[in-house]
């Protein structure tokens, strides 16, 4: 570079002198020799050797100085993710893919993460394929697979390493293996051929071996310990092993069936895995502490449809992403009573509803024991009309045959009812009514009669009108004593 230009320098300054231009006068500091490593750089402080000091004249020119440079951006680390259904997650998962991300990401460490696929698992309809992420705003590369195992992998991990050129590979598999009668020593040296057929494709790769976290199962200490001797026994300058501390703090409680992380398991396997990486000199250390996160499906169901059967309700919803089941809590507004049921489906039916009394039904999105997001409420009133019927009249004393008491009953007629809800509460006598919530539902008559049996000395008896929209309150109880 410093010889070009003192060669056009002192072209322009012959030209200037054959040329007769009167008046120019150029001033060149001559040199031939090739510009220092200072000089070429431009930080001396000074002019480089060759450099025109003035130059003057119809013809001179300044020269501009070169422009600064921006260094280069840092190639990213590539993370290659192996695992089974803890890694790759399933539909409404965070995951802890996505924990280990944000943390790399909002450090500034440059990164990408590797592999053979980007999906989730349905727990649901049992399908692959699933991208219903909870935050899918990261990369989504992995190779993991609901139910994979050490000794069974999808890609053998020679063809893995070179498809997809990982500066460090991030492996946790074993527990399916364990949970399947394989020994713990036998999967411990299965992970040892898993870091050979690593190196023999890049004999430089980087290996994370992530302990399981799911350590009261039986088998899953123990190699978690052969992991720790593996890695000091593998562990080269040129191709380091590590250990990811996934177990910390980890407990049952941590996951939503057991096995699988919750949101809060996520972050402790994610903090693991960043410690082992920072070790590796990716990215910073971790917080030690997590911060805790509502567990369960964060996104509330939508009630897409409200029926009126007799005697109750008929309800429809959504299922958000990951609920495997949901929470259906009815409160009566008039005594605040309530009562919970669990369904699978995303509709059900609920009797009981007294005429003129408005119900609320609270439905809350489950995953496995994970009660999830606030509930979704519908208010249904139930239609008026029914009126409520007379106590019941003893048509039939109380007789015994076989141990058993027998009573018949007219019951009142009701204007409008399609049926009548007798309800029975077994006593030692018919001096005090038993408490409301004594009575159990003895059956359905399709007229206003009806006898009962029963092996008490006393049976407490009422009865409630019922049509399409609702039941009737009930009516005052009837003692039947029983000779």
Request: proline residues 7%.
């Amino acid at each position: 570079m410093g010889s070009k230009f003192v060669v056009r320098a002192v072209n322009r300054w012959r030209g200037a002198l054959l040329g007769g231009v009167v008046g120019a006068v150029v001033t060149v500091a001559l040199t031939l020799t090739s510009l220092t490593a200072t000089e070429a750089s431009g930080d001396d402080g000074g002019r480089a050797s060759g450099q025109v000091d003035a130059v003057q004249g119809p013809d001179a020119t300044t020269r501009t100085p070169d422009a600064p440079q921006t260094p280069a951006a840092p190639e990213p680390t590539r993370i290659a993710l192996l695992g089974d259904s803890v890694t790759q997650g399933s539909a409404g998962d965070v995951t802890w893919r996505y924990r280990l991300a944000r943390h790399l990401r909002d450090s500034g460490t440059a990164f990408d993460f590797v592999g053979v696929r980007d999906d989730l698992y349905d727990v649901v309809t049992e399908e692959h394929g699933s991208h219903a992420y909870a935050n899918a705003d990261f990369d989504l590369d992995h190779t993991a697979r609901w139910g994979m195992r050490l000794d069974r992998l999808d890609v053998p991990v020679r063809q893995l390493v070179a498809q997809t050129t990982p500066d460090v590979l991030v492996e946790m598999l074993g527990i399916n293996d364990l949970r399947a009668g394989v020994k713990p020593a036998v999967s411990v040296e299965t992970v040892r051929t898993l870091v050979a057929d690593a190196r023999a494709a890049s004999p430089r790769v980087d290996v994370v071996l992530v302990e399981l976290p799911q350590v009261w199962v039986p088998g899953v200490s123990r190699f978690n310990a052969g992991l720790a001797t593996l890695a000091t026994e593998l562990s080269t300058p040129a191709a380091r092993v590590v250990v990811a501390d996934a177990t910390l703090g980890f407990t049952p409680e941590h996951t939503w069936d057991g096995l699988h992380p919750d949101v809060n398991g996520e972050q402790i396997i994610a903090r693991g895995v960043a410690t082992a990486l920072h070790e590796l000199g990716v990215g910073p250390a971790p917080a030690a502490k997590i911060t805790p996160r509502p567990v369960g499906p964060r996104t509330p169901v939508t009630v897409t449809d409200v029926t009126r059967t007799p005697g109750g309700v008929r309800l429809t919803w959504t299922r958000p992403a990951g609920a495997t089941a949901f929470e259906v809590t009815v409160r009566d507004d008039l005594t605040g009573a309530t009562r919970t049921s669990t369904v699978t489906s995303t509709t059900t039916s609920v009797s009981g509803q007294r005429s003129g009394r408005t119900y609320t039904y609270d439905i809350r999105p489950v995953r496995g024991a994970d009660a999830g997001a606030d509930s979704t409420v519908a208010t249904v009133s139930a239609a008026p009309g029914l009126a409520t019927p007379a106590q019941p009249a003893t048509r039939t004393s109380g007789q015994r045959a076989q141990g058993n008491a027998y009573a018949g009953l007219d019951l009142a007629a009701v204007p409008g009812a399609s049926a009548y809800v007798v309800r029975t509460a077994p006593s030692a006598s018919c001096t005090t009514p038993p408490a409301p919530e004594a009575y159990q539902r003895y059956g359905t008559f399709a007229t206003p009669s009806a006898n009962i049996i029963g092996t008490s000395a006393a049976v407490w008896v009422t009865v409630a009108a019922q049509d399409a929209t609702g039941t009737s309150e009930p009516s005052a109880p009837v003692c039947v004593a029983i000779p």
